[in-house]
């Protein structure tokens, strides 16, 4: 048995893409800060402000993540971080941007 008497971690700062930005490239690495006594993060993208129907969700133990989707061109995506210890997951910090203008069409139409 072992008793842990941690708190859940802090939320970490989310440094890119930075808040409201725009013209953000659709193959766009995500960053954070580190959060001392973290074991992983968890990363979501959405295109809704509630996170209902997610793009993108990962568990990483580093601090940054690719989205494996592809987003769409011109449009709005929210993406959140928590940090992740033995006594689950912390806060998580959230952002919104606004991608490029155009969209990447692959071999079989489809986007995200």
């Known amino acids: 048995l072992q008793i842990v008497n941690t708190p859940p971690p802090a939320a970490p700062a989310l440094t890119a893409p930075a808040a409201n930005a725009t013209n953000v490239a659709l193959n766009q690495s995500f960053s954070w800060t580190a959060i001392a006594g973290a074991s992983g993060y968890r ?20 601090t940054t993540a690719t ?4 987003m769409r061109g011109n449009a709005t995506y929210f993406w959140r971080v928590s940090a992740l210890n033995l006594c689950g997951p912390g806060t998580a910090a959230s952002n919104t941007f606004q991608t490029v203008v155009g969209d990447v069409l692959f071999s079989d139409g489809f986007y995200e």
């Open 43 to 62: 990363f979501q993208l959405s295109r809704d402000a509630t996170f209902s129907s997610l793009i993108d969700n990962q568990l990483v133990t580093g």
């Open 67 to 70: 989205s494996v989707k592809a």
